[in-house]
Nanobody, 115 residues
């Protein structure tokens, strides 16, 4: 089992920045992947950014060059720095981890970008 505790998010104007943080209950080396998904109202949950056990990072095309995912193994934390935010970045952001082929989710934190 993996529990995920998110923090950050909120309301920001377009062009602004926000940072999200997620603390995992397990050592990050035990996870296949750790990252962030976004769910906009009425839409499916989609990958925003993730870091895999290999160290490789994956980003949604829409956020490349604006968002940066990082992790701290000692603090068991994954963070998402979001710059130059756009209204289409609005949604609930969920921390996600995959452990032993099972997906785990945080409770979600809302991000609203006003135009």
């Amino acid at each position: 089992q993996v529990s995920l505790a998110e923090s950050g998010g909120g309301l920001v104007q377009a062009g602004g920045s926000l940072s999200l943080s997620c603390v995992a209950s397990r050592n990050l080396f035990s996870l296949n992947s750790l990252g962030w998904y976004r769910q906009a109202p009425g839409e499916e949950r989609v990958l925003v950014a993730e870091v895999r056990i290999s160290g490789r990072t994956n980003y949604a095309n829409s956020v490349k060059g604006r968002f940066t995912i990082s992790h701290d193994n000692a603090k068991k934390t994954v963070s998402l720095q979001m710059n130059n935010l756009k209204p289409e970045d609005t949604g609930v952001y969920y921390c996600h981890a995959q452990f032993l082929q099972t997906d785990y989710w945080g409770q979600g934190t809302p991000v609203t970008v006003s135009s």
